[in-house]
């Protein structure tokens, strides 16, 4: 491929060939209460493609050991593996250094991990931390722990009726006692996304370190943590094709240097007698115990799979089937899309007038629709709207035109069942 | 389980116009009922006359299930005495947690026979039983009962 025609590649992606692509995820085969299975709850977690089924297999029955210590075959084998996968997460974000690379336990582990190791050490009485009002728990709760431990403040940045971030409000919050700026690049309970480059540039300004919870970004587009020159970037494996129980803090080496481990335990030190303990270099300073191995090379078996399909085309595919859903939901009587944000991922959340989002929920998974029902643990984006849940749709790369039909004919039941 | 047996018209019926519903201004009793989870969140209010439970009232946010639920424990529960209502209590949540089944056991069920469907969804249940503990903290004049942490009442069943 020469250069030019790669640009006109980059420019309009070749549409997914979903059904090809599908025949990879069996799960996607299942029937729910005698009807074709239509998974429409990627945002709380997605599916598995056979390509990283069968890599867990085949690590499991030729290459298990720990890592890190052996001497033998298997463990080199196993570290090798987990190590290699570090490498594929650093190039897929566009890390510099694969030290940067951090593995935790998912998103809020990460965040967990930055609150106690740059929060507590960095951040003491009167300072500020900058959150918005579209986060979800985990970027909000351990923020308050230690506004509670150390006498520091939160602050967050509004939101319009569209459910986007108001940009000069979040200018004005920024000053000489901000510490942190902790925000989320895609709303799970609306689907947003944050202009965060340009609110990380508006920080950086005044010297303020940016951790954003990519969490629902990674899964659905491309990241280039050093183009967004972000300081911080948390992400889990589960919601991008990969494993539960393994995620990812990126952190700029000379910040993560600074930082105070988090867990202590074997991996995470050079020596240990009882009068001094020295600890490793990043990124084992902060990966204390025996991690989830399988999982670890599970995540980087679906970057793989991620990258073999192309995130500009997952990207595209996903921003069809929203437009799709936004149009055919506003044929449907007295439903209500909250969070309709000029520039969105592929989240709709909605209510339906007179019927709560659960006894939707249920009348769903009748017709095999699976949506999310609840605050989607994001109760203070709830409370700005002024409602108590919203039933949530939310798509990835194997969703369907049909699927999107399926739901909408859930819907109309529902209202026919409600009268 | 097919919800077309649980959104039965008897409960969407209950749902549209629940019965009973509001505030005592004379009330004996009163309790809150909370699930965290789903946001259902009923207020109750029961005058007892005697043994008797005179009069009852109930108002709140909740889904359908919950409301109904709520609605028909009114019109089940008045006029019958704390004993009998306690009775009640016990077999609608043994029915809704599928330790009893109302079609076979004897019981006093009755009409609340059509909530049987719920212990088929596990996520639904305590939408279904919240009324129900909520008028048990009442009669034993506790504030509030929440379906969540130490004072779960399910989990409490399993314990």
């Known amino acids: ?419 | 389980m097919d919800s077309k047996n649980l959104y039965q018209e008897v409960i969407l019926d209950h749902n549209k116009k629940p019965r009973n519903w509001g505030k005592l201004a004379d009330a004996s009793h009163q309790a809150e009922g909370l699930n965290p989870l789903c946001g259902d969140h009923i207020w109750l209010s029961v005058k007892l006359e005697g043994e008797k439970v005179g009069d009852i009232a109930f108002e709140g946010e909740s889904c359908a299930i919950c409301k109904a639920s709520s609605s028909m424990m009114t019109t089940n529960v008045k006029g019958k005495s704390v004993d009998e209502a306690e009775e009640l209590i016990r077999e609608f949540r043994d029915m809704a947690t599928g330790k009893l089944d109302a079609s076979s056991d004897p019981n006093h069920l009755g009409r609340l026979r059509v909530f049987a469907g719920v212990r088929d969804l596990p996520s639904r249940v305590k939408c279904a039983i919240l009324p129900w503990h909520t008028l048990h903290a009442a009669l034993n004049s506790e504030a509030t009962v929440s379906t969540e942490g130490d004072r779960d009442p399910v989990a409490a069943e399993d314990r």
Request: charged residues 20%.
């Open chain 1, 1 to 419: 491929m020469n250069a030019s025609s790669s640009a006109a590649h980059a420019l309009k992606p070749a549409a997914l060939d979903v059904e090809r692509l599908r025949a990879d995820f069996p799960i996607l085969d299942l029937k729910v209460n005698g009807k074709p299975l239509a998974y429409l709850d990627n945002a709380a977690s997605s599916q598995m493609p056979r390509q990283v089924i069968d890599r867990l297999v085949q690590y499991r029955t030729r290459e298990h050991a720990n890592i890190h210590r052996g001497v033998h075959y298997l463990s080199e084998t196993a570290t090798a593996a987990y190590e290699g996968a570090r490498v594929k997460i650093q190039r897929f974000i566009n890390a510099k250094e694969a030290r940067e690379v951090i593995y935790t336990h998912g998103t809020t582990d990460s965040l967990n991990l930055v609150m106690h190791g740059f929060g507590r050490a960095f951040i003491g009485a009167g300072d500020e931390i900058v959150v918005s009002q579209l986060e979800h728990h985990s970027n909000i709760v351990p923020w308050q722990m230690l506004c509670e431990e150390k006498g520091a403040k939160l602050r967050v940045i509004p939101c319009n009726d569209a459910g986007e971030l108001l940009l000069e409000e979040y200018e004005k919050l920024l000053g000489a006692s901000t510490r942190l700026v902790a925000i989320t690049h895609v709303s799970n309970a609306l689907g947003t996304i944050n202009p965060v480059k340009e609110m990380i540039a508006l920080a950086h300004k005044q010297g303020i370190p940016v951790l954003v919870d990519g969490a629902q970004a990674i899964p659905h587009m491309k990241i280039d943590v050093q183009d967004l020159d972000c300081d911080f970037y948390a992400f889990s494996s589960h919601k991008m094709c990969g494993p539960t129980g393994i995620g990812v803090l990126y952190g700029k080496a000379a910040l993560l240097e600074k930082m105070k481990p988090f867990e202590g335990g074997g991996d995470m030190i050079l020596s240990v007698t009882f009068e001094k303990t020295v600890y490793n270099v990043i990124p084992h300073k902060f990966e204390a115990g025996t991690p989830p191995i399988e999982a670890g090379i599970g995540l980087g078996a679906a970057i793989d799979y991620l990258e073999s399909v192309g995130m500009d085309r997952i990207a595209a595919h996903e921003h069809d089937l929203l437009a799709y859903a936004t149009e055919s939901f506003a044929r449907v009587k007295d439903a209500r899309i909250v969070g309709t944000a000029k520039s969105k991922a592929g989240v709709l959340s909605f209510t339906l007038k007179g019927v709560h989002p659960h006894d939707v929920g249920t009348i769903l998974n009748e017709e095999g629709v699976a949506v999310r029902t609840g605050h989607h643990c994001a109760q203070p984006v709830m409370q700005r709207f002024g409602i108590p849940a919203t039933a949530r749709a939310s798509f990835y790369l194997y969703n369907t035109m049909a699927e999107v039909d399926a739901l909408v004919a859930g819907i109309q039941k529902v209202r026919k069942i409600f009268g």
